[in-house]
């Protein structure tokens, strides 16, 4: 058994200890045998956790989940120093400067009057900061793991930046007509059908952009919203004494409609 100070209240230092007795030679036999590659998906459900507790308000559930996300990052400073490449500390160390550097109209001279000025600054700096010299490098720097619509929605932001956008939504109204159109045709024919629907998609998200939408919450609420709708088709279904794959197409529309309008 590995000896850990018991105490009324751990702090960071004790996260770290842990995490590396964890990792130790006498730790945990998971702990011991992980890799950055066999946590990733551990960080990112942790981080949607974290979201999850603040789309709720729920206090306890955030400072628990933000513990989880913690405990993540500590996990993969701990394999980095094993590994000899980097520690915890160098972590800490360089987005402390980063934070720094970002923000010269609080650390240094500059001055930024709006949050909106400060976005245009922070963007003009990190592209400096990383050697992004066109946009089209900004571009490809977005992470390519983001959820398919929020990277739409970021890689059309940097485009507007430089000018490529529609003057209003009215434009990108438009333009998710014609994709929609050119989707249809797709289906017809068998052919270019996932490259056309990937086409309606980039579309929505930018009319979703124009309109001040997140196109993640959006999706999210209209997965919400056809559970909902669902679950009072089958307990229709039910009320007529029978289940849904006993209804024909009609009598199953009939019952969305009216889910619909409730």
């Excluded at 981080?47 to 933000?66: F, G, K, Q, S, V």
């Amino acid at each position: 058994m590995l000896n850990f100070e018991r105490k009324p209240r751990y702090g960071y230092v004790d996260l770290l200890e842990i995490i590396r007795l964890l990792r130790s030679e006498d730790g945990c036999p998971w702990d011991k045998v992980q890799t950055h590659k066999s946590i990733r998906r551990g960080m990112l459900e942790e981080a949607y956790e974290a979201a999850e507790a603040i789309d709720r308000d729920d206090t306890a559930m955030l400072r628990e989940e933000l513990g989880d996300v913690l405990m993540q990052v500590v996990f993969h400073a701990d394999l980095a120093a094993e590994e000899g490449r980097f520690s915890m500390e160098d972590v800490c160390d360089e987005v402390v400067k980063k934070l720094l550097y970002r923000h010269p109209h609080v650390f240094g001279d500059a001055h930024e009057d709006s949050p909106e000025s400060v976005l245009v600054s922070w963007d003009k700096l990190k592209r400096a900061e990383k050697g992004q010299s066109t946009t089209a490098d900004a571009l490809d720097a977005v992470a390519r793991s983001l959820p398919g619509l929020w990277r739409a929605e970021k890689l059309q932001k940097k485009a507007a930046g430089a000018g490529f956008d529609w003057p209003d939504i009215h434009g990108a109204l438009d333009k998710l007509d014609e994709e929609t159109a050119e989707l249809r045709r797709a289906v017809d024919s068998g052919e270019g059908v996932a490259d056309e629907l990937g086409d309606v998609l980039f579309a929505a998200v930018k009319v979703g952009r124009f309109a001040g939408v997140d196109p993640e919450e959006a999706m999210a609420a209209t997965c919400e919203k056809f559970i909902r709708r669902f679950r009072a088709m089958e307990e229709g279904a039910s009320r007529r004494g029978c289940s849904l794959k006993e209804l024909s197409l009609d009598e199953m529309t009939a019952l969305w409609n009216e889910a619909k309008s409730t």
